[in-house]
């Protein structure tokens, strides 16, 4: 094993989108594991529009990212030294740093079974992403048998996911993407009743609303912006909408570049309930969703779909596609192969 290896860090806060100067590769050792951890090779590394927030230094429900220090997020790792309860050739999942190699305490790694499910689908279907379009569209949404469910950045990791559930429960799925080859995926992989591109989309309030001839009953809201502002306007009476992104603002660099219709009197008026989450308010009930999810995966009522970058010197580039709409599903960068 070499001594040493790279980390990535965060530069400098970005301004608007950020670019390839607000990081910084740095060359460090191979860390030595102390009583109680285990050295871990990275071999999948997700990234995850919601890293934009952490890297501005502002209040919210989870830390900043720190100037000067490593980036971090979900990982898949193969376990290279032995510990007391995992051991050498294990893989596991955990929040680790961007960064080679590893030490970590065992008690935030957890060991996943490959023989369910790819490695990969840990971050992914079977993982947060997966676990957030479940709790966010059954909790908050609670769609109904014959009711219309509108989908925002459909062709995502969670999006696609919320789409699959809705049907699943009898519901008619309209997603909205950002172009032709996601438009095809949803409609004709996933099974959607009606996509939009809202890239080409002359007028996407008349799209929406041909999409969606009796209403929307339930609206999982990923994007915010324009998009969503056009969906409110075709809201049903006790309208449910999961609140579970706003990509569409994560580079904005002011609030008055974020600035659009208000929708308090549209919520009063249909008596709708919009409310915000996050997926670590159903910790105590991640088993339940994963159970259930690994079980309609095995039943061939969900599909997910990958896109992976190879190469650790690739993870920036991958986080800055996921604000072109590069990504199709989950967006992960392969770092190595297991030993």
Not at 65 to 91: C, M, Q, T, W, Y
Not at 133 to 159: C, H, M, Q
Not at 203 to 222: E, M, R, S, T, W
Request: aromatic share 8%; hydrophobic share 40%.
């Amino acid at each position: 094993m070499t001594a040493s290896q790279q980390q990535i860090q965060l530069a400098r806060r970005p301004q608007g989108i950020p670019v390839h100067e607000d990081f910084r590769f740095e060359t460090i050792p191979v860390p030595e594991p102390q009583q109680g951890e285990v050295l871990v090779k990275t071999l999948y590394v997700s990234v995850d529009p919601y890293m934009r927030g952490r890297m501005q230094d502002t209040k919210s429900y989870v830390e900043p990212f720190a100037l000067d220090e490593a980036l971090s997020g979900g990982v898949i790792a193969e376990v290279v030294s032995d510990g007391n309860h995992l051991k050498k050739g294990d893989i596991a999942i955990g929040n680790l740093s961007w960064q080679e190699f590893s030490a970590v305490s065992e008690s935030a790694l957890r060991k996943i079974d490959t023989s369910l499910a790819p490695a990969s689908a840990y971050l992914g279907i079977l993982g947060m992403t997966g676990l957030t379009a479940y709790f966010g569209l059954l909790d908050i949404g609670r769609p109904k048998e014959g009711e219309t469910v509108v989908v925002s950045g459909a062709a995502g990791a969670v999006g696609s996911t919320v789409g699959q559930i809705a049907k699943i429960k009898g519901a008619r799925v309209v997603g909205i993407a950002g172009s032709d080859e996601k438009i095809d995926y949803l409609k004709q992989e996933l099974q959607f009743d009606e996509a939009i591109n809202y890239k080409t989309a002359d007028d996407i309030q008349k799209a929406l609303q041909n999409a969606c001839p009796d209403g929307v009953d339930v609206y999982f809201d990923n994007v915010g912006g324009p998009i969503s502002d056009a969906v409110m306007n075709l809201l049903n009476e006790f309208a449910r909408i999961p609140v579970c992104g706003a990509i569409s603002s994560y580079n904005a660099e002011s609030e008055a570049d974020d600035m659009g219709p208000r929708v308090q009197s549209k919520l009063i008026k249909t008596k709708s309930l919009m409310q915000g989450f996050i997926v670590s308010d159903y910790s105590d009930r991640f088993s339940e969703g994963a159970k259930q999810l690994a079980e309609w995966l095995k039943a061939g009522k969900l599909h997910y779909e990958e896109t992976i970058t190879e190469g650790f010197e690739n993870i920036p580039d991958a986080f800055l596609g996921l604000f072109k709409g590069e990504n199709k599903g989950k967006q992960l960068i392969k770092v190595s192969d297991p030993s």
